[in-house]
């Protein structure tokens, strides 16, 4: 177990791209890290840095107080799962998890040990003597983590380790991780281009794009106070409404609809009359007000201009607990997430209000608080 800090760390690759731009980050011992962002955005650029796969073009890596900017990968005690699994066919799945150790010549009977424990953790004891191709795809994924486990590494590093599995695997060896976790108490880094990954395994989630960071902080802080439009619209699904337009006598209006500006908003927006602004809504933030949902009685309401929005209904979709309705509100599309079964009809007219609203400056992208 091991605290990291990565300090002012860049990626230029050799051909000039650069990849990593003054990437910052204290992770706690025992601290689950989720980068996550869209393809592209240095995920597992800064995840191989740490591997010591990848040359830190620039600031420095240290693990327990210890500078390991430049140290090879085979000492830094790190063990890094990956999605392809990498596993050896011609090998048994204990031959699988014992080789790295059997190339560290360790005890043979420490070896045994450590595979069986693992194997136990892992929920593979019976599956030892079979070969990776008797495997399903879950079990093949935690044979790779196995693996890893017996190295009793220092930091356990995860490279998008789900993505080959299909959706209902994905969820149950998501689990796994957590309670893998739980269960081992170890600083894990964990790279996923997958907004719901992030939110149910992280401590603390990196919201990375185009090689910056742009949010570190809980899955709540980041759901709940997304700190620019990136994260506004990465995190949360379906992702958030969007509405372009202007601060005005303290009121926000854009094409469709105005919102007066009351309680804590009064404060904040003032420095933006007369300025560009996006509203940004949640679509389980959105609430009819034609009786079949309610807004809850603990959350900020509110006041639109005429007492609601109209959303004109273009699609409605049964998901059992909840309805997706989606529509537009004028010029503007809107999703909205009904907490009942809905029956609406293409060509319907729902009155909605909003019980939780956020400001973006428009020129800036930063949220406004
Ligand atoms: P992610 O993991 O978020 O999908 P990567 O870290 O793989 O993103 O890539 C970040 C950027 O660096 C991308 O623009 C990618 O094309 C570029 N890149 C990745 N590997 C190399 C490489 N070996 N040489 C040059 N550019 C690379």
Excluded at 172 to 193: D, G, S, W
Aim: charge should be neutral.
């Amino acid at each position: 177990m091991a605290n990291l800090q990565l300090q002012h760390l860049d990626k230029i690759y050799p051909n000039n791209v650069q990849a990593v731009y003054d990437f910052n980050l204290d992770i706690k011992d025992g601290e689950l890290i989720v980068l996550v962002g869209p393809s592209g955005c240095g995920k597992s650029t800064t995840l191989r840095m740490v591997a010591g796969l990848e040359d830190i073009s620039a600031g420095k890596l240290f693990i327990d107080g210890r500078d390991i900017t430049t140290m090879p990968p085979k000492d830094r005690d790190i063990a890094m799962v990956f999605q392809n699994y990498a596993l050896y066919g011609h090998m048994t799945v204990y031959e699988n998890m014992a080789f790295s150790l059997v190339l560290r010549k360790e005890n043979k009977n420490v070896i045994h040990q450590k595979v069986l424990a693992a194997a136990e953790i892992l929920g593979l004891t019976d599956q030892l003597n079979k070969k990776p191709a008797q495997l399903s795809g879950g079990q093949r994924q935690r044979v790779a983590m196995g693996r890893a486990i017996v190295r009793t590494p220092k930091v356990f590093l995860f490279d998008e380790p789900l993505s080959n599995l299909d959706a209902k695997l994905r969820g149950a060896t998501r689990r796994e991780i957590l309670l893998l976790h739980k269960k081992l108490k170890a600083t894990m880094i964990y790279v996923t281009h997958d907004q719901t990954e992030a939110l149910t395994l992280a401590d603390r989630i990196v919201c990375m794009s185009m090689g910056y960071v742009q949010q570190i902080g809980t899955p709540l802080e980041l759901y709940d106070t997304p700190a620019n439009l990136f994260v506004a619209s990465f995190i949360g699904l379906p992702p958030m409404n969007f509405f372009e337009g202007r601060i005005q006598n303290g009121s926000f209006k854009c094409d469709d609809f105005s919102i007066k500006a009351d309680g804590r908003y009064v404060e904040i927006l003032r420095p933006y009359e007369g300025k560009a602004v996006v509203l940004g809504v949640r679509p389980e933030n959105v609430v009819s007000i034609d009786g079949d949902t309610e807004a809850g009685n603990d959350k900020e309401t509110v006041e639109i201009e005429g007492g609601a929005v109209k959303v004109r209904i273009s699609l409605n979709e049964n998901l059992g607990q909840t309805t997706l309705v989606h529509g537009t509100t004028g010029k503007n599309r809107i999703v909205c997430k009904f907490r009942e079964w809905c029956d609406y009809k293409a060509g319907d007219e729902v009155r909605v209000s909003f019980d939780r609203v956020h400001f973006f400056d428009k020129e800036t992208t930063n949220a406004i608080r």
